[in-house]
């Protein structure tokens, strides 16, 4: 006899474990079934996110801008270091750790909210009227596939690392983002290709750790998705600290072997370059996980991608099947995987759950930070709407001249008529954070001058956004 739930959920990363804890909530029975496991083979939920992603990159670029401070920044604030060196392996202890605290605080959530959880790989066995029939295969081979069935599935099964065509991931030269996260010594040299979001996170890593690093881009333009001015700034940095990006580049052959990785590419101009590293990481992009789930048992319906086809609620081609996060449409982001989670399980209760996905805010945690939500300025133009554009240098912020970090902007653009806030840029110090204010008064539609209006603490980074809203109206106070 198999176990009968409500709502079984395919994977546990920020996604899926999110629309399992909340289905609990509202009542369902729930189960979650997760195939991450760590090293000695027990569970890991949490995902690409805890594992593999978010958490232990940010644990590093945490690690890497401290030892980064320590040897280029602290003498400035008359803090002299004799003797610094780096322990590698205690930073990537210390990143496990924090890893690991996550996988076991998700385990210990979806205890207490009684959601049943089920180690290992599912895929579809079948359909009828009691429900979707499932099975559950554990990592090792002698147990017995476990048969699930449920009146809801929600599928969260992610995305995976895309690798370059004739040169797949060994973890060892060619590297994705989790043999990227893992190294055991600092690389001499090390090449990336993508200076998308983890080309710049990592390649920030190990180039404070003291890695050479160069990035080769296909595409002619920096960061083409974020506003071409906060792009320009973030280039400008990040060359300045000795990240080379080479843009426009067309990468040929990739020979890899003991001493290293060579790549063959064709730059903007047409030059034929090698490039030979240490390590080559690959991070141009991700693949969404459906592979395994056995959908044609049931016939659920997949794009040209391997996408889930989901509508705009998350609902697939299946009645009461459901698909959230990064195996689906739209930017492939924790946070928006989370929200899809919750808006799901609350449509399975008969709720009006909602996604605003013109108020989804993106950051890259480099430094300087890069943070947005709504629309860049070209995006704007190419519309032909009428905008008013603001912005405020942190280097006429208090705050930003102490802590010693004056790179940087706020830039807020503001409908030309009824002045709504249609986006705001950041680079700079804590873009992460101070990017929710904006996300806040988005979502609330707020105009410029509510912002400018509004009282900050002084000296705050934040003093930034306002005086950014105040420059609007070309009224900025301190500058
Ligand atoms: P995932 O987190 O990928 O989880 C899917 C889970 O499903 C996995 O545990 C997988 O093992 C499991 N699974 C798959 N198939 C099956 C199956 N058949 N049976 C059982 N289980 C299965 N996003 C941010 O918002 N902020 C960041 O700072 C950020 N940093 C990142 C850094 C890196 C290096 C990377 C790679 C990604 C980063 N992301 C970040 C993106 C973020 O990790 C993803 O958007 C997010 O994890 C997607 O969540 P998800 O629940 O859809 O899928
Ligand atoms: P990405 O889409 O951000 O960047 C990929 C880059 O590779 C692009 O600039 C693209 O033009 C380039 N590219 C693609 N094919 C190429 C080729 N053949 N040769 C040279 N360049 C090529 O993808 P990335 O960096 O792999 O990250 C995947 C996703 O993970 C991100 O889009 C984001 O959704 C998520 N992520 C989010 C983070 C955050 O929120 N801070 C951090 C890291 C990842």
Known sequence: MSAHFDVIVIGAGPGGYIAAIRAAQLGFKVACIDAWHNASGGPAPGGTCTNVGCIPSKALLQSSEHFDNA????????????????????????????????NDGILYLLKKNKVDFFHGRASFSGADDSGYQLLVRSAKAADAAQALTAQHVVIATGSSARALAGAPFDEDMI??????????????????IGSGVIGLEVGSVWRRLGS???????????????????????????????????????????????????????????????????????????????????TQAVGLALDERGAIVVDGDCRTNLPRVWAVGDVVRGPMLAHKAEEEGVAVAERIAGQHGH?????????????????????????????????????????????????????????????????????????????????????????????????????????????????????????????
């Open 71 to 102: 040897r280029h920044h602290f003498a400035e604030h008359g803090i002299d270091i004799k003797g610094l060196s780096l322990d590698l392996s205690k930073m990537i202890e210390r990143k496990d750790t924090v890893v690991r605290q996550n």
């Open 175 to 192: 590297l994705s983002n989790d043999g990227a996260l893992r190294l055991g010594a600092v690389p001499k040299k090390m090449g990336l």
């Open 212 to 294: 050479d690093v160069t990035i080769l881009e296909g595409l002619p333009s920096f960061l083409g998705a974020v506003d071409e001015q906060i792009a320009k700034e973030a280039h400008r940095s990040f060359v300045k600290q000795g990240l080379k990006i080479e843009l426009g580049v067309s990468v040929g052959e990739i020979a890899s072997g003991k001493a290293g990785v060579r790549i063959g590419y064709t730059t903007a101009k047409g030059e034929a370059r090698t490039l030979e590293v240490d390590k080559l990481i690959v991070s141009i992009g991700r693949v969404p996980n459906t592979e395994g789930l056995n």
């Open 355 to 479: 996604v605003n996905f013109n108020t989804i805010p993106w950051v890259i945690y480099t430094n300087p930070e890069i943070a947005w939500v709504g629309q860049t300025e070209q995006e704007l133009k190419a519309q032909g709407r009428a905008y008013r554009s603001g912005s405020f240098p942190f280097l006429a912020n208090g705050r930003a001249r102490a802590l010693g970090d004056t790179t940087g902007m706020v830039k807020m653009l503001a409908d030309a008529a009824t002045d709504e806030i249609l986006g705001v840029h950041i680079v700079g110090p804590m873009a992460s954070e101070l990017i929710a204010e904006c996300v806040v008064a988005m979502e609330f539609r707020a105009s410029s001058e509510d912002i400018a209006r509004i009282c900050h603490a002084h000296p705050s980074l934040g003093e930034a956004t306002k005086e950014a809203a105040l420059a609007v109206d070309k009224r900025a106070l301190n500058f």
